[in-house]
């Protein structure tokens, strides 16, 4: 039974398929929730297991890749950034000293090499550079990453920590193009067949400040972005669940990814919210997922989920 | 400021900001312009920005699309800054 995107974020909770925590867009997943996101994580990986190499990343990335790819400058309202602390015994006393007299501390804890991954295909880039010149072929590969995004939300649809599973293409533009409009359409196909009902639209990103209206006008008038989106969480605001992005040579650039005549490649990738998907399932079909279709239990694999085990 | 050097100084502008050796001729086009993409832009406004003492509005910002383009912001915005003549 579907339930109205105004009444998911309720119904959800009152399930215990999402557990708020006392951050805004920081939640736990129950075990019903969780079952079905590690489900289609795996349904995902079979769509695309032909794709080429496979990379699984964690939750953080070299902080100077995410600042060569302009991440720090177009979106520093979205990046997280790692600080440790890095002293000596004197200076963890004087840390003390300052957090027990109420005093501000978090000066002592510097930032260190390492941001929270944005985008799943974002580390690749420069292990890829790392290889040597592209090869005329180009590169295809399947990455999956937990990310971060600094969105402070009550939308369920909208969380800080989310997975992202990605196929990306690296090499002619034409070709990396192609990759991504037939990765978008196969994509599409593969969420409507789990009975979800979506349109693919132009899209830009939110970029940081003044800054914005000429970036998102660029990436508008060059179809640089497309999301497919359905009603998730609001009706009237439908929910990004795909992204196919078309990255021109600027992540090419950033690492010095070049063929062997000296040009730089183009990249593109196309990438799963795999939280928003779920979300979209349950909205869709309901909070029990025994209970859907058995075309989208067969899909999804969900069969053998023991019903005890999802609450 | 005469209008000829306003159109030297925003095509130095946009030079040193896209790195390049020589000033882009006033009629070129951001397409035509090696470098000059949305970034590009960007910083192109700020420094435009910085040396005329004004900021742009969105409108303004989104209708960078040449040198002419960013000479007719720069003459009307400092036109506008100008003491009126009695």
């Known amino acids: 039974m579907s339930i109205a995107p105004e009444e998911l974020a309720a119904e959800i909770r ?8 006392a951050v805004s867009g920081v939640v736990a997943q129950g075990r019903g929730f969780a079952e079905v996101a590690d489900a289609l994580v795996a349904a995902i990986r079979r769509l695309t297991a032909g794709v080429g190499e496979y990379l699984r990343f964690g939750a953080v ?25 890095c002293g000596s015994d004197a200076e963890h006393r004087a840390l003390l000293r300052a957090h027990d007299a109420g005093e501000p501390w ?41 990310c971060f ?19 990306v293409a690296i090499g002619q533009p034409d070709a990396v193009v192609s990759f991504r409009e037939h990765w978008l359409a196969a994509s599409a196909d593969f969420l409507a067949r789990l009975g979800l009902e979506g349109d693919v639209a132009p899209a830009d990103d939110p970029f940081f ?23 998730v969480s609001d009706a009237a605001r439908p929910t990004a669940c795909l992204s ?8 090419a650039k950033a690492f010095g990814l070049r063929f062997d005549d000296g040009s730089h490649a183009h990249s593109a990738c ?40 999802i609450r | ?39 590009a832009t960007v910083q192109i406004i700020f420094a435009i920005e910085d040396h005329f003492g004004f900021e742009m509005t969105g409108e303004e910002m989104e209708s960078i699309d040449s040198v002419a383009s960013i000479v007719a912001i720069a003459t009307r915005r400092t036109a506008m800054s100008m003491p009126a003549r009695s």
């Open chain 1, 106 to 146: 978090a000066d002592a804890l510097p930032p260190v090499e390492l941001v929270l991954t944005p985008a799943a295909c974002y580390p690749c880039y420069a292990i890829l550079a790392a290889r040597g010149a592209v090869p005329a072929a180009g590169y295809r590969l399947q990455v999956d990453a937990t």
């Open chain 1, 209 to 231: 400040g003044r800054a914005a209206a000429v970036m998102a006008k660029a990436q508008r008038e060059r179809e640089l972005k497309f999301e497919w989106r359905t009603p």
């Open chain 1, 61 to 85: 990335m070299p902080r100077d890749q995410a600042v060569a790819m302009r991440y720090f400058a177009n979106f520093p309202q979205l990046l997280g950034s790692i600080h440790c602390f």
């Open chain 1, 270 to 309: 196309v990438g799963f919210g795999v939280e928003r998907i779920a979300l979209a399932l349950f909205r869709t079909h309901g909070m029990v997922a025994e209970a859907w279709p058995v075309e989208v239990v067969d899909l999804l694999r969900l069969e053998g989920t023991p019903r005890a085990d």
């Open chain 1, 149 to 167: 995004r600094h969105e402070p939300s009550d939308d369920p649809a909208r969380l800080q920590s989310f997975r992202m599973q990605e196929v």
């Open chain 1, 244 to 251: 196919a992005n078309y990255h021109l040579d600027s992540f």
């Open chain 1, 14 to 21: 009152a399930q215990g398929l999402i557990v708020p925590t």
């Open chain 2, 1 to 39: 400021m005469p209008a000829n050097d306003l159109v030297a100084t925003v095509r130095s502008i946009v030079a040193a900001t896209l790195g390049a050796a020589d000033p882009p001729a006033a009629d070129a086009r951001a397409r035509e312009v090696a470098g000059w993409d949305s970034h």
